[in-house]
T-cell receptor, first 111, second 115 residues
Framework: DQQVKQNSPSLSVQEGRISILNCDYT??????FLWYKKYPAEGPTFLIS?????DKNEDGRFTVFLNKSAKHLSLHIVPSQPGDSAVYFC??????????FGQGTRLTINP | GAGVSQSPSNKVTEKGKDVELRCDPI?????LYWYRQRLGQGLEFLIY????????KSGLPSDRFSAERTGESVSTLTIQRTQQEDSAVYLC?????????????FGNGTRLTVT
């Protein structure tokens, strides 16, 4: 019973262009959505979050868009930089319950 | 300041042996999670501890897996009679509490290889 899906296992983007990572979920009761970033041989680190009462949250080059009716969120990175190459995990949250992660999308930024 | 520390960083064991993985969370963090990541897979929830509440063990894949936490400090994840499918990176994370405003802080993981 997978509540969150990241259907693109990998994405390759040219440096300077926009990277768009997608995440779909099934539980309409989620009230927060978090994105984590993971480099090889390191643990994931928190990147950005969005509340379910908003449809957009922006932090520098990173913007999260939430479409509740479609149960879909996306992370936009612009402009993409080589240091953004990592695996990105989407993690929806309901209240104070445990955090469940998507399968991740490996982003590669090409110079 | 110290982050989440996991030991050992790498562990190679023979099938059928028991292993114990250790996690030292950030001081003051009441919530502690264990996840694992198999090769090419996502982060799989195993168990979490929150304060003095009963742990949520719903993610443990079999009764060969168990975890303990002493108060709000060290946690150990024990895998008995290891199998090859247990090979994975085991990640520990801690947070101040549960909820959106307490992001998880992860350790670098223990890479377990069962031969």
């Amino acid at each position: 019973d997978q509540q969150v899906k990241q259907n693109s296992p990998s994405l390759s983007v040219q440096e300077g262009r926009i990277s768009i990572l997608n995440c779909d979920y099934t539980n309409s009761m989620f009230d927060y959505f978090l994105w984590y970033k993971k480099y090889p041989a390191e643990g994931p680190t928190f990147l950005i979050s969005i509340s379910s009462i908003k449809d957009k949250n922006e932090d520098g080059r990173f913007t999260v868009f939430l479409n509740k009716s479609a149960k879909h969120l996306s992370l936009h990175i612009v402009p993409s930089q080589p240091g953004d190459s990592a695996v990105y995990f989407c993690a929806p949250l309901k209240g104070a319950q445990k955090l469940v992660f998507g399968q991740g999308t490996r982003l590669t930024i090409n110079p | 300041g110290a982050g989440v520390s996991q030991s050992p960083s790498n562990k190679v064991t023979e099938k059928g042996k028991d292993v114990e993985l250790r996690c030292d969370p950030i001081s003051g963090h009441t919530a502690l999670y264990w996840y694992r990541q198999r090769l090419g897979q996502g982060l799989e929830f195993l168990i979490y501890f929150q304060g003095n509440s009963a742990p949520d063990k719903s993610g443990l894949p079999s009764d060969r897996f168990s975890a303990e936490r002493t108060g709000e400090s060290v946690s150990t994840l024990t895998i008995q009679r290891t199998q090859q499918e247990d090979s994975a990176v085991y990640l520990c994370a801690s947070s101040l509490s549960l909820g959106w405003n307490s992001p998880l802080h992860f350790g670098n993981g223990t890479r377990l290889t069962v031969t």
